[in-house]
């Protein structure tokens, strides 16, 4: 959390940390200034207090973060728009050699933040020359620093993540009940899910329902939710087709992850519904991912090493006779992505359950999903169950979402 | 537009380009991708077709990219993970060295995208290393191609822009429409603005209006919207306070930047109002930020230099007697920010009216805003009007916004 900064640093050996800002999204500058949204570039010395830096328009913005601010114009930035006019790019390389020397940074200094690529790369070079007292380090332990932060949680952010599941938790168990005030024109599987007045229900219209719900509710969407229906459903990152009509007996996935509006902080949670009725192969999958659901949450617990889990997972769908990643490499079929991650500002963050990224030992304050699921696009379908769960400060695993596990999704309409 | 590529490309003498991406949004993945939303990325040689690399989860949605689509398993990354347990720097850095190579990229190569600035610095070293072969070009010029592409749009870019700005306008007409069916409790500058059950009005009420109507037309407001009042007006950033009551005769500032849905493109626009009445001081600087806005547009044509119009505006309002930021560099008072900004998939983008960015000769294509606008925080207040605005085909100027420019929002509830 972000309490062990200066700590990690020193582990690091770091003089300074240095977060640069354009206008992208930037969950670096989010985490330093507890969400300002003032843009502005960061600059934190070790053991030293951070400083926020501005555009003068942003300056009452940026009080808001509890950071010592300074705008632009203390970096001298109204004489270098006059040297360079019409020159953005070298009044910007006069203005961070100016915030690097005036704040008196030198040694070991780790550049973070999100930011244009070419932007980056030139930035870099040229303070390489114009700092030259600053030696910027980003090798992968050092690019590591905010993941390490990131991974766990202090009270506030818990707080924040407890109001993003509530209020998500509400938006998926709203789209539940909208959906079954519907009725289906047949009791076959195919038929078409339609309203009291005969009209179709699409996936469009229920998207256009859980936005609007989310959007009363305050929370954000920046990425849309999946809402995906059979074949659709077995590729785990299709969104679904607006235009499809909701149908009796398929497999629809509906993983939503949206954030609280003020606090920035995600929430993730997938259900599978199947509408009026579950046909067996899909029972069957259904039961065989909600079997290693239970038995993760079941033995999760603080100390363990998050790949335990993973490899439990890989080692029941395999014995089970699911294809895996690990089976079969590049597989579209059963088991193919992971089976959770860590969430906060980022929707993707430290712990990471995957085989393919640094694992982590499991502790108090860590809050991730658990996401199991399996998918046969040849057979027209997925499946996967979703929570998010965090170790409380006495090592307790809570689940943070509130959602029914059903998979028949029923129709009183 | 994006026709002129290949002789960008050839004027800067590329071989070819390079689009990163990870999970941050990415206009750059967007606009070559059409906005399918793959993620994943890109390489496209000079005079040849583009090429899009995805995770194996995404291969469905890539294909709406209209790009050749590849997945990362074509390129090794099966191979690499297991070579690289744990460790994604790794295998991500053998994934770039296998696309570059398997591609036969080589020459003149410029980095593009927005990502993690740690990674970004990492990458690219690590790629001069291990593919020789190409020399990565980040200069400022090389840098500013996508600008160059963004700043004139084609048919279908208007197209997205012209349904962007219908949306936009009719949420803007809504919102009016919304506040002035509430009632004042005194005529007295100040007196509180209520509902019929006599509750106050407050900024993040009418922000969840705003926001629940974006969402039902189909708009994403990725930012959130400008609605400030009184001195929060005064700073042309500033985003309102949620619980500030609405007050009569007041200045209120509402700007708002959405996009649609689907496609991404923006629409900016810009209303002040008073409610109830306009204080003499808010109307006179209300009048001068009006005179200078229709100036502009009467006068706007193509083949003149965008910065004319910046020394238009600054010469007027000098001459009115306020402060600009040409006659009182780092001003918090008068005419502080720039005339305007192209927009597209970006909110802010090339063409640019500042003094301080590199200017343009106005073309057929160009989409920009007009936005001239005074702030005064000690007197309390901030006007400012913009709408957006392009040249069509034949060079004529059209307005894309449509909102009537009432400064007094009348209450008839």
Redesign the interface.
Known sequence: MKSDLDRLMRELNLDAIFV?AD???NPYNDYLTNRA??GGDIVKKRDQEAVLIV???????AAKSGLKVYTV?DFG???L??Q????????RRGLYRNILRQLGVAGRV?????????????I??DLRVDVPEVE?I???Q??ELFARLYETKDEREIAALQEAARLTSQVVCETRDFISQHHAEGNAPGSRVVNAQGEALTIGAVK?FI??R???L?LDD?E?CIFAQGR?SA?????GEDGDVLQVGRSLIFDIFPRG?ASGYFHDVTRTWCIGYAPDEIQAVYDDVQTIFRRVLDTLKVGEDS?RYEIMTLDYFEAKGHPTTRSH??T?DGY??SLGHGLGL???EAPSF??????SVLAPGMVFTVEPGLYYPERGFGVRIEDTVYFDQTGHLRTLTDVPYDLVLPLRG
Chains 1, 2 share one sequence.
């Open positions: 640069i206008e992208s999204p949204r003032a555009g003068g328009m942003e300056v009452e913005i114009y930035y109204a004489e728009l006059q360079h006019p019409g020159d953005a790019a070298s009044a780790a550049p973070y933040g999100v930011a244009d690529v070419a932007d980056t790369l030139r870099f070079a910027f980003f090798d992968s050092t690019a256009r936005r609007e989310e959007m009363a305050g920046p849309g659709d590729f785990p990152h299709s969104v509006l790949q490499p590049g579209f193919v992505h980022n929707i993707h995957s085989r393919n990224r640094r694992s």
